[in-house]
């Protein structure tokens, strides 16, 4: 079962970080409380890093049990450990060196400097996924319990492009992407098969550039052309929005939630 998306809307992106770094807090620890761990996929993108720098700075972010957490990536610029330009060196100067992780449970995408192709660095990925799932997760990779999507202007979620081949792979849970729109070309990423297993999926997203493909994405676009309409959790599926990038959304739809 898929859930119907909720529409949160914050004043601006500076908010919109605070707000779902303080939400990834609560959700954390209750899941944390319920189960002893948690598995949290994370996200590249301007609002995925300012989100995790927010976590950084509230120190409410002790009450996570940083080593009972798997921290997984939604996608990857296939580049060499430590560029710059890759989502692991992103994430781990905003929050991840900062915080008391586990490296076992910090499961990075390979890059080239590990030897393997993008095809070989995907089924490794999906190798370490499908060795972290339970039974109870009834598939090849872990229920994951938040994972946190950006979008671009063109809609795609994590490295699934619109119209792309990653779209349609309903097989592997990862894969390699050739040609990538947005740049560095090749890439890796999880796919719908994979995103799909997520409890909760919360698509946060800044920017009067991103208005029409949010309004796209809540309006009954296709997945395959809009790929941010095919991100939806079993239990809740969220977009978290600034006022820009939800300018165009239907009326009635988003809830305020920041003065
Ligand atoms: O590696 C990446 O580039 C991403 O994971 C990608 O899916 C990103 O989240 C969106 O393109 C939004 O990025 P911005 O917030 O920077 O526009």
Same mark, same amino acid.
């Given at each position: ?31 944390? $409380? ?33 080593? $009972? ?88 979620? $994590? ?101």
């Amino acid at each position: 079962m898929t859930a119907v998306p909720g529409v949160i809307v914050h004043r601006d992106a500076t908010v919109l970080a605070q707000a779902v770094s303080a939400r990834l807090i609560t959700r954390l620890v209750d899941t944390q $409380a319920a189960r002893g761990s948690a598995h949290l996929v994370l996200t590249g993108g301007t609002v995925g890093i300012a989100t995790l720098a927010a976590l950084a700075a509230t120190a409410a972010h002790d009450a996570i049990d940083w080593r $009972a957490l798997d921290i997984w990536w939604g996608d990857e610029r296939f580049l060499p450990t430590g560029h710059p330009e890759r989502n692991e060196t992103g994430a781990r100067q905003a929050l991840l060196d900062h915080v008391d992780v586990d490296p076992e449970r910090v499961h990075v995408m390979p890059g080239p400097d590990s030897g393997m192709t993008a095809e070989e660095a995907a089924e490794a990925y999906a190798v370490e996924l499908a060795k972290a799932a339970r039974p109870e997760d009834h598939g090849p990779v872990p229920s994951f319990d938040v994972l946190l999507l950006g979008m671009g202007p063109d809609g795609h979620v $994590a490295s699934l492009f619109p119209d792309k081949p990653a779209v349609y792979e309903e097989e592997r849970s990862v894969v390699a992407v050739h040609g990538s729109p947005k740049p560095p070309p090749t890439r890796l990423s999880l796919t719908f098969p994979a995103l799909r297993a997520a409890r909760e999926t919360w698509v946060v997203v800044a920017g009067e550039d991103k208005a029409q493909a949010v309004h796209l994405a809540l309006s009954g676009a296709g997945p395959f052309q809009v790929p941010a309409a095919g991100a939806r959790g079993r239990q809740r599926t969220l977009f978290l929005l600034d006022r820009a990038a939800a300018a165009k959304i239907p009326p009635g739809l988003g809830r305020i939630a920041s003065p």
